[in-house]
């Protein structure tokens, strides 16, 4: 037993699959906060729009339409975004239970070599202090 076995070989390359999926969703999160901005944008040029503007600017003909596909998009971003963070969330306990098992494989590890090291007489050596 001299350094990390294939056990804590494996755990750490499980780590970093699950930081790497963590960045993934971490990433997945900020691009449909920023659709859901952009939507929410549009909402308010519709919103600012003067409606007398909108008979002589093809650019806001049919501004109903808009504002209910908008609206329909932002609803729908929203839902996303509760999912995603879902996600996040659960790729975040995931990676924290692998760091754990990590770190309780490197404790039996320590104690395994120090059993070794004083033959079964560790208890005498704790008791001695």
Same mark, same amino acid.
């Given at each position: 037993?001299?350094?990390? %076995?294939?056990?804590? !070989? =494996?755990?750490?390359?499980? &780590?970093? &699959?699950?930081? /790497?999926? @963590?960045?993934?969703?971490? /990433?997945? @999160? ?10 929410e944008a %549009?909402?308010?040029? +519709?919103?600012? /729009? ?5 008979? #002589?600017?093809?650019?806001?003909? %049919?501004? $109903?339409?808009?504002?209910?596909? +908008?609206e329909a =998009? !932002? ?12 996600? +996040? ?6 990676? $924290?239970? @692998? ?10 590890? /320590?104690?395994?070599?120090? =059993?070794? !090291?004083?033959g079964g #007489? %560790?208890? @005498? ?5």
């Amino acid at each position: 037993m001299n350094g990390p %076995g294939r056990e804590e !070989r =494996t755990l750490a390359r499980l &780590v970093r &699959v699950a930081r /790497a999926r @963590l960045a993934e969703r971490g /990433a997945h @999160l900020e691009s449909i906060k920023a659709a859901k901005a952009a939507a929410e944008a %549009g909402l308010a040029r +519709l919103a600012a /729009a003067d409606p007398e503007a909108a008979l #002589f600017d093809p650019l806001l003909g %049919g501004a $109903a339409e808009k504002r209910r596909a +908008l609206e329909a =998009t !932002r609803d729908q971003l929203a839902a996303e975004i509760t999912r995603a963070r879902k996600e +996040l969330d659960d790729a975040q306990d995931e990676l $924290a239970k @692998l760091e754990r098992l990590i770190e309780a494989n490197r404790r039996l590890f /320590a104690r395994r070599r120090e =059993t070794a !090291r004083w033959g079964g #007489f %560790g208890d @005498l050596r704790r008791r001695r202090g």
